[in-house]
């Protein structure tokens, strides 16, 4: 069956530190996009992909990067973290404007 | 900012009782999901509602949209213990990205 994972589950990482997490869907989906979950928040979007070669910028994009080198794969990176970028991370894919399929989630701890 | 907000931040029942959460949204949009998320889960897509519809079921769930007050409830009926969750809506107001909002907590007691 298709599906989207996301790695590790969960890390921990120190201040300054470039971290990277992973994320790959196996439904050949050319939307990809990557958000970030704070309590009271819901879910704000950090990054987001359209198809390979192709990244745009969320509202909350400060702090992180991504590359799209195939169709299945999106990882974000941290470039130095932040104790302000302690969150759960989730990683999302959609055939188009519709339904999004989305990860497991990535909790994320800046010490 | 956020799209759309959810009323009420938070709601507890009883089992067989039905469940009513509202979304407010702020500009045009094509369509309106909501979406459950189970703690420490991602997002599950629930339901799609399109801006020239007006009403949409499935199964125990029943969503409406008015255009006209930009706004959205999703009812679910007959609640169970398992219908305890998050729930989202999320609105396509800026092209193709989905904008959520903070969500309901809903908890269902058995």
């Known amino acids: 069956d298709a599906e989207i994972t996301q790695s590790p589950r969960h890390k921990i990482t120190e201040t300054g530190r470039q971290v990277t997490l992973a994320c790959h869907q196996t439904?050949?989906?050319?939307?990809m996009f990557w958000y970030r979950q704070d309590l009271g928040h819901g879910l704000r979007l950090i990054h987001y992909?359209?198809?390979?070669?192709?990244?745009n910028k969320g509202e909350v994009s400060d702090g992180y990067s991504v590359s799209r080198s195939n169709t299945e794969d999106l990882p974000l990176t941290l470039e130095s973290a932040a104790s302000s970028q302690t969150s759960v991370y989730f990683c999302?894919?959609?055939?188009?404007?519709?339904?999004?399929?989305f990860g497991p989630g990535t909790r994320l701890t800046v010490l | 900012s956020q799209q759309g907000e959810e009323d009420p931040q938070a709601l507890s029942i009883q089992e067989g009782e039905n469940a009513t959460m509202n979304c407010s949204y702020k500009?045009?949009?094509?369509?309106l999901q909501w979406y459950r998320q189970n703690s420490g889960r991602g997002l599950v897509h629930l339901i799609l509602?399109?801006?020239?519809?007006r009403e949409k079921h499935s199964g125990r769930l029943r969503v409406t949209l008015d255009t006209s007050k930009k706004s959205s409830s999703l009812l679910i009926t007959a609640s169970r213990a398992a219908d305890t969750a998050s729930y989202f809506c999320?609105?396509?107001?800026?092209?193709?990205?989905?904008?959520f909002g903070a969500g309901t907590i809903l908890r269902v007691k058995s």
């Open positions: 992909s359209y198809g390979v070669q192709d990244t």
């Open positions: 439904w050949n989906h050319n939307n």
């Open positions: 999320a609105t396509d107001g800026y092209g193709n990205k989905l904008v």
């Open positions: 999302a894919s959609a055939k188009n404007t519709d339904t999004q399929y």
């Open positions: 509602i399109r801006s020239n519809e």
């Open positions: 500009t045009s949009i094509n369509n």
